[in-house]
């Protein structure tokens, strides 16, 4: 007889228009690492709020078990005090205070009327032990990488004596090393007795590390699976995800011959005075027509700061030294407009802070970058501009009511597909893609990877960056590694391996 | 059948701007009231005329601030750019004897330099645009008092410039015992409206969207048809349309244009949602916020003339409270607090409401301080109103 900590049966939960679960069920042993797998959209995140108490009872349909007693919270403050602590994608730490403050935010140490610093700190010290972190209780958070942040946001939950730890995509930010870090310490936490539901979409993680794995899909359970009774392949598990067998990861690429030299940088030098040093330090790259050329690096290797520099230099770098050179002609861009009007596009990697405008709907995100073509004098045509948004909704089978939903309402996968059909709509020559397929499903993913294919036959560019090994390798067709602003190797993607990349973004 | 269909599309119609349609019933409810305190002053054409007259620039300077609101900034400053913008027309007119139209003109291009110094302080230098225009404030009351010093309040004897905020469209040479040119403008104004419409509808069927049922179609035109009808019914039966109308109008035209059929007016709204995600779609944000700020303050040049004119004279205390009046209107009128959300035709909507509930508490007496604790009770009403339905 397992020991079930958690329960959730026929959970139904809707919202206008759409219904996120549809009679949900799944079980949690006590003390194991459960793991939720599912597309974008599936509703994984939704069935988290639900027990977590953001969506309050009433609010759904269905009975939650915990602790072998029926639950109806009625905000987070509720379900926190049984001992269920959330850990979101998007960190919920305040900056500007201190490692210590953060932990015990919300549930102070009190000496009398006043918080009780000194044991405060004390106590910080110990629950950072316990998440083997290494840092000063009292810096303030935003002088700490995501990746410690991460730990702290740990050491929170652990400060509430939380026995169900929720975590929601925790290694989404993090490059290799903090993430196996991560790992580590959540099956540290599991041999402790906490039990953890960890949402996440790197099936190589999961199946490291999970004891149950439960897949959901359009709103619906499909499967749990005992990792401990037979082995669970990837394979397996995107067959429960998508419905379908999916052959390969990575589309099939008609090979063709690249076309001239069509981006180019020489000695890319750039200066950042709000850190107060180089960031980028002769960096040299070369993109042809037609070609997909990898930029990998561990988090912090300056691949941002480049797409970002050549880019039209919003964030206020100087260019300190080195040349640009679009379709051979040399170019300096003093805004992301000069850029784009000269053949560039950069699909950001952070969608929702400045990637897409939320509060607005698809139409208008797909043809912001681009209003000029659908101008009649300083008058918009907005037949003309629904027209296309209609058209890039169908072909990129972009999922939504209609192309006047708004953003901030769609999936993650379909978000990106909106980021990219504002960029297409551009018709850039040079398409920089900032992790690409970050936080999005396999189903989106192979259908991005597919789009990627189509645009650079018809003869564009496209630089990807992208820590995930496997996709730099599946993707490219030449990559670069960069490690500490400079670029420390250039492969052809045919004799790379992951060993070699990562030993080149390793060294400096 | 077909009964039900329409009615559904009818409730559908309403649901989706249901918070729209709260504040027009709440802005009738309003003026029913005073219309019920007062024994019927309060519709009276000539009190409705003079409401238009006292109060359009509160509107004016609505409309500007709302473009302001939506970029996320706030501009405190313009009551007394307005008031200085006053006492500039006063000089010039009266002590520098300048042809009106010019003195005009170089008050509204002292506004637009005014807006200039504020725009730069924001986007170059950084400033919040909190700080920069509360320094305003200080500023442009020292300077409206520094230039008032010597003569105090001036009257200004220029008819024409007087007309501005008194004055009505003259009628044409024919005594039919109501306005004639108002009762032709108003006909214009119905057949324009439908033609738009019309229009509008069709192409949208060419490029094959959807568009409401006929009937539904029909039944809005009357609607709308009938309430301009009614407007200009009530002022024929008076001197007419008041000029301030017509300076109002035309600005909220311009406005609602820029804002919903212009790039202009996409990249305001861009900014106000995600200025970064702007900035990285192409969008000069230092050039277009630069651009709000010299509206604002040429709008608040022109509420300026319009209160000088209205008042016949420059007044040191002219600006007081208004910026308060401008962004309560915005905000009743349904700007969101966030940014990014905002339609300058709901902000005249937020004006009236503020406008009517001024003159009806002037009619009935009510002392002013009492007025400013009902509009600030109104005010807050109105928008946890609006971040209650936002935020579902």
């Not at chain 1, 539901?197 to 709103?219: C, F, N, P, Y």
């Not at chain 1, 999922?399 to 960029?423: F, R």
């Not at chain 1, 630089?463 to 052809?492: A, C, F, K």
């Not at chain 2, 995600?277 to 709000?292: Q, R």
Request: aromatic share 8%; glycine share 8%; charged share 20%.
């Amino acid at each position: 007889m397992d020991d079930i900590i958690l329960e959730m049966q026929d959970i139904t939960k809707e919202f206008p228009g759409v219904r996120a679960l549809d009679r949900v069920s799944f079980q949690v042993k006590r003390g194991e690492i459960h793991c939720l797998v599912g597309e974008n959209g599936a509703g994984k995140s939704t069935l988290m709020k639900v027990l977590s108490g953001v969506y309050p009872y009433n609010s759904y349909t269905g009975s939650i078990f915990y602790n072998g007693e029926e639950q109806r919270f009625k905000g987070i403050a509720d379900s926190e005090q049984k001992g269920i602590a959330i850990i979101y994608q998007e960190l919920a730490l305040i900056p500007e205070l201190t490692v210590y403050e953060n932990i015990f935010f919300g549930h102070e140490i009190m000496k009398g009327r006043t918080i009780d610093w000194n044991e405060t700190i004390v106590q910080a010290r110990d629950m950072l032990q316990k998440v083997k972190l290494d840092v000063d209780p009292s810096i303030k958070v935003k002088e700490l990488g995501v990746g410690k942040q991460q730990l702290v946001e740990i050491a929170k939950a652990l400060s509430k004596n939380v026995q169900l730890l929720i975590l929601d995509e925790p290694t989404a930010a993090l490059n290799e090393d903090d993430s196996e870090n991560l790992l580590q310490l959540i099956r540290e936490l599991s041999e402790r007795g906490v039990t953890c539901i960890m949402i996440s979409h790197k099936l190589k993680e999961i199946t490291a590390i999970a004891d149950t794995i439960t897949v959901l899909r359009d709103g619906a359970t499909i499967c749990s699976l005992d990792c401990h009774e037979n082995q669970v392949s990837e394979a397996e598990i995107i067959k429960h995800m998508v419905g379908r067998e999916m052959d390969h990861i990575y589309p099939r690429r008609n090979k063709h011959e690249f076309g001239e030299v069509q981006l180019e940088l020489k000695d890319w030098t750039v200066f950042d005075p709000k850190k107060d040093r180089e960031i980028l330090h002769k960096c040299s790259i070369q993109v042809r027509k037609g070609e997909i050329v990898g930029i990998q690096g561990l988090m912090g290797a300056g691949r941002t700061e480049l797409a970002m520099s050549i880019f039209g230099n919003s964030t206020g770098y100087r260019i300190t030294g080195g040349e640009m050179y679009l379709g051979g002609e040399r170019r300096y861009f003093r805004n992301p407009r000069a850029a784009i009007q000269a053949g560039l596009a950069y699909v950001t990697e952070d969608r929702k802070g400045n990637g897409l405008f939320l509060i607005q709907d698809i139409q208008y995100n797909m043809s912001i970058a681009n209003l000029e073509s659908l101008c009649e004098g300083v008058v918009i045509n907005e037949n003309e501009e629904i027209k296309v948004a209609n058209e890039f909704k169908d072909s990129m089978n972009i999922k939504a009511s209609s192309i006047k939903q708004k953003v901030g309402n769609l999936s993650g996968g379909n978000q990106q597909k909106v980021q990219l059909a504002k960029w297409m709509f551009v018709k850039p020559k040079v398409l920089i893609l900032d992790e690409p397929t970050r936080g999005i499903d396999v189903g989106a993913k192979y259908e991005i990877y597919t789009l990627m294919n189509q645009l650079v036959e018809s003869g564009m560019s496209i630089i990807m960056i992208s820590s995930e090994l496997p996709e730099i390798l599946g993707m490219s067709d030449r990559l670069y590694v960069m490690s500490e602003g400079t670029i420390t190797g250039e492969l052809n993607a045919e004799e790379a391996n992951e060993e070699m990349i990562m030993a080149m973004a390793v060294s400096s | 059948m077909k009964e039900q269909t329409i009615r559904k599309e009818i409730l559908a119609l309403l649901r989706a701007n249901v918070r729209d349609y709260i504040m027009y019933i709440a802005l009738v409810i309003i003026m029913a009231f005073f219309t019920w305190k007062t024994n019927g002053v309060f519709i009276q054409a000539r009190n409705l005329s003079n409401l238009i007259n006292q109060a359009g620039y509160i509107a004016v300077l609505a409309i500007g601030m709302t473009v302001i609101l939506i970029l996320r900034h706030i501009d405190l400053s313009v009551g007394y750019v307005a008031g200085f913008s006053g006492a500039i027309a006063g000089i010039l007119l009266e002590q520098k004897h300048i042809n009106v139209w010019l003195t005009i003109l170089i008050v509204l291009l002292i506004g637009l330099a005014i807006g200039f110094y504020q725009g730069l302080l924001v986007t170059r230098l950084k400033v919040p645009a909190f700080v920069a225009t509360l320094a305003g404030m200080f500023i442009f009351r020292g300077l409206l008092n520094i230039s008032l010093q010597s003569t105090g309040t001036i009257i200004i004897t220029s008819a024409t410039f007087n007309l501005l905020s008194n004055g009505f469209v003259p009628d044409l040479p024919v005594d039919l015992g109501f306005h004639l040119l108002t009762v032709l403008v108003g006909i214009a104004a119905i057949c324009c409206f439908v033609v738009v419409q019309v229009k509008s509808r069709r192409n949208r069927q060419k490029y094959n969207f959807q568009v409401p049922s006929p009937s539904v179609f029909i039944l809005k035109l009357i609607g709308i048809s009938v309430i301009i009808a009614l407007i200009i019914g009530v002022l024929a039966s008076y001197q007419g349309i008041p000029l301030t109308a017509i300076i109002v109008g035309v600005v909220l035209m311009i406005y609602h244009f820029m804002l919903n059929r212009t790039r202009l007016g996409r990249y305001i709204y861009g900014i106000g949602g995600n200025d970064s995600a702007a900035e990285l779609s192409g969008v000069n944000v230092k050039a277009v916020t630069l651009f709000a700020f010299c509206s604002m303050s040429f709008l608040a040049s022109l509420a300026g003339i319009l209160y000088t004119s209205r008042l016949q004279s420059a007044t040191p205390t002219a600006g007081l409270a208004f910026e308060m009046d401008a962004i309560a209107s915005s905000y009743i009128g349904g700007v969101a607090v966030s940014g990014g959300v905002g339609r300058v035709t709901n902000t005249l909507i937020g004006a009236l409401v503020i406008m009517s509930l001024t003159n009806g508490m002037n009619l009935l007496g009510v002392d002013i301080s009492f007025q400013y604790v009902v509009k600030g009770i109104i005010f807050i009403i109105a928008v946890a109103f609006d971040v209650r339905t936002r935020s579902k």
